[in-house]
């Protein structure tokens, strides 16, 4: 039977470079975390502005012209950085033509769409401006992250890997069978309808009943990157135990098909540490910058109510 109180879902606002929860398919679909670092590839994208003077780059420094723009060296190199293209990869053919291609094709789109004044639609102009805004916090957010990452000390580390066994000496990598499915609103409406299910299938037969677009496989699940109280439902699992689990931008209904003694030690043990321990600054960084923003916010009308405020923080008029 899925157990509703074992629902979990890990939204960090500031991408990490590796989820909380991870789960790994054999087909090497990875299920990940909607971090708002992950936007900014997309952001970028989309802050493109018309003007009447072409800025003309240095020859050498021009890679490709489509019409009047023109793509830099530079703007290559960022989409290579945004995409995680390592120094070496940057240098294949196959990766260049790949990603130069899509720049070229974004560089097209966007003369059109400035062509046919789309720049002037009002919802495009406050799309642009989100775009904007995403990508100026999350520069904001990114390098006080980077900073404070930095300061991580071989102790710190170190006395990650010691309380936390269970991601460490102790891990254990449990095989899954699995269903994933993308959420949405009427997501909490399918998971109660879930709740008295006892196997897989009838889950299955249940979205494909319900037109929810989902898919099977198998996987595996670590046990550092499951919170304790979910690890200790699962070791106390009956043998037909379904769970559900929210995983970025799609919930998982999953059923252990076995587990195996895995230990992180040595470097991939201090890598991993450094990653966590970057989560936790993640964390920190998110909850204070809304207690910040909703401190200072002043709410009008009926979103003050919405919000948790009857009037003015004390002191405010």
């Known amino acids: 039977m899925v157990d509703p109180r074992v629902s979990y879902g890990y939204e960090d606002r500031i991408r990490p470079s590796e989820p909380l929860m991870m789960i790994w398919t054999r087909s090497s679909k990875v299920l990940r975390s909607s971090l708002v670092l992950a936007l900014c590839g997309f952001a970028l994208a989309g802050c493109g502005k018309k003007t009447d003077v072409t800025t003309e780059a240095p020859k050498s420094q021009v890679v490709a012209k489509i019409g009047d723009q023109v793509v830099t060296v530079q703007e290559l190199d960022n989409e290579f950085r945004l995409a995680n293209v390592s120094a070496e990869k940057r240098k294949d053919p196959d990766t260049i033509k790949r990603v130069l291609g899509e720049l070229v094709?974004?560089?097209?789109?966007?003369?059109?769409?400035?062509?046919?004044?789309?720049?002037?639609?009002?919802?495009?102009?406050?799309?642009?401006?989100?775009?904007?805004?995403?990508?100026?916090?999350?520069?904001?957010?990114?390098?006080?992250?980077?900073?404070?990452?930095?300061?991580?000390?071989?102790?710190?580390?170190?006395?990650?890997?010691?309380?936390?066994?269970?991601?460490?000496?102790?891990?254990?990598?449990?095989?899954?069978?699995?269903?994933?499915?993308?959420?949405?609103?009427?997501?909490?409406?399918?998971?109660?309808?879930t709740k008295e299910m006892n196997t897989l299938d009838e889950v299955d037969q249940k979205l494909t009943g319900m037109g929810v677009q989902h898919g099977r496989s198998s996987g595996a699940i670590s046990s550092g990157d499951l919170p304790p109280d979910l690890l200790n439902r699962i070791v106390a699992k009956q043998a037909d135990d379904i769970f559900f689990i929210r995983s970025g931008t799609n919930g998982v209904f999953f059923k252990v098909t076995g587990q195996e003694a895995q230990p992180l030690e040595g470097d991939a043990a201090v890598n991993a540490a450094r990653q966590y321990l970057r989560q936790d600054i993640i964390k920190s960084e998110v909850g204070m910058t809304s207690v910040a923003a909703n401190l200072e916010a002043k709410y009008d009308g009926e979103y003050a109510s919405i919000m948790g405020r009857d009037g003015p923080p004390a002191g405010v008029k």
């Open 105 to 193: 094709t974004r560089k097209y789109l966007v003369q059109k769409a400035l062509d046919a004044k789309l720049d002037r639609e009002p919802t495009v102009l406050l799309d642009i401006l989100r775009s904007k805004e995403l990508v100026l916090a999350n520069a904001l957010a990114s390098r006080d992250v980077t900073t404070k990452s930095s300061s991580i000390s071989k102790t710190d580390i170190d006395n990650y890997i010691a309380n936390n066994p269970l991601k460490f000496a102790n891990r254990q990598m449990m095989s899954v069978e699995e269903i994933s499915f993308p959420l949405s609103s009427a997501s909490q409406a399918l998971i109660e309808a």
